[in-house]
């Protein structure tokens, strides 16, 4: 397809294991995001990525997550030891150039038990 | 710190009816962008309207268009004949480029539409 590619769609683990998370975005897209939903909550910035440029890491929560953007195309989003409190939706974003609309995945739903 | 409020946590409404969604937003900047996005079921967020700040004229899409209140910080969504499949999560969002590129969001607006 077109759009946004996110996967696993769920990934249930249990606490203290790592994960990760994959997105691939909109071919020729330079600009991609991550961004956390918690339960009945707006979403929250995690990571943007654009280009060659060091990626904004501002929106990560603890030294646990980390994030990487291979070639400039698929990325990463790798949390490790996770906690109950990491589980919620991680919606992947990308745009074709900074400040353009932001096009969405349709997220992984991350459940930690 | 830019920030965005949404208000109403859920509405209601008859399908047909015309519905208004609020959102304010607090920031210094003088350049900005503004999105609303629909967040159904499915949980893709989906891109419905967008205004720049520098632009005097109201976002118009459809049924959908927008009061940007640019000296009152306020940004709302107007749907216009509302129909079952606008039943969703509508978010409001911010985005001050080029500093900052990502999207500061609202806590969302839960809105049905009712048969």
């Known amino acids: 397809g077109a759009g946004v590619s996110q996967s696993p769609s769920n990934k249930v683990t249990e606490k203290g294991k790592d994960v990760e998370l994959r997105c691939d975005p909109i071919?020729?897209?330079?600009?991609l995001y991550w961004y956390r939903q918690s339960l009945g909550q707006g979403l929250e910035f995690l990571i943007y990525?654009?280009?060659?440029?060091?990626?904004?890491k501002s929106g990560l929560p603890s030294d646990r997550f980390s994030a990487e953007r291979t070639g400039g195309s698929v990325s990463t989003l790798t949390i490790q030891r996770t906690q109950q409190e990491d589980s919620a939706v991680y919606l992947c974003?990308?745009?074709?150039?900074?400040?353009?609309?932001?096009?969405f995945g349709d997220g992984t739903r991350l459940s930690i038990l | 710190a830019q920030t965005v409020t949404q208000s109403q946590p859920e509405m209601s409404v008859q399908e047909a009816e015309t519905v208004t969604l609020s959102c304010t937003y607090d920031?210094?900047?003088?350049?900005?962008?503004l999105f609303w996005y629909k967040q159904p079921p499915s949980r893709q967020m989906i891109l419905v309207i967008r205004?720049?700040?520098?632009?005097?004229q109201n976002a118009t899409e459809n049924r959908f268009s927008v009061n940007f209140q640019k000296a009152a910080k306020s940004f709302s969504l107007k749907i216009s004949d509302s129909q079952l499949g606008d039943t969703a999560m509508y978010f409001c969002?911010?985005?001050?480029?080029?500093?900052?590129?990502?999207?500061?969001f609202g806590q969302g607006t839960r809105l049905t539409i009712n048969p």
């Open positions: 974003a990308s745009s074709l150039l900074p400040g353009e609309p932001q096009h």
């Open positions: 920031t210094s900047e003088s350049n900005y962008y």
């Open positions: 205004q720049e700040a520098y632009k005097q």
């Open positions: 071919s020729g897209h330079t600009a």
């Open positions: 969002a911010f985005m001050s480029p080029p500093g900052a590129q990502k999207l500061v």
């Open positions: 990525f654009q280009g060659n440029s060091a990626p904004d």
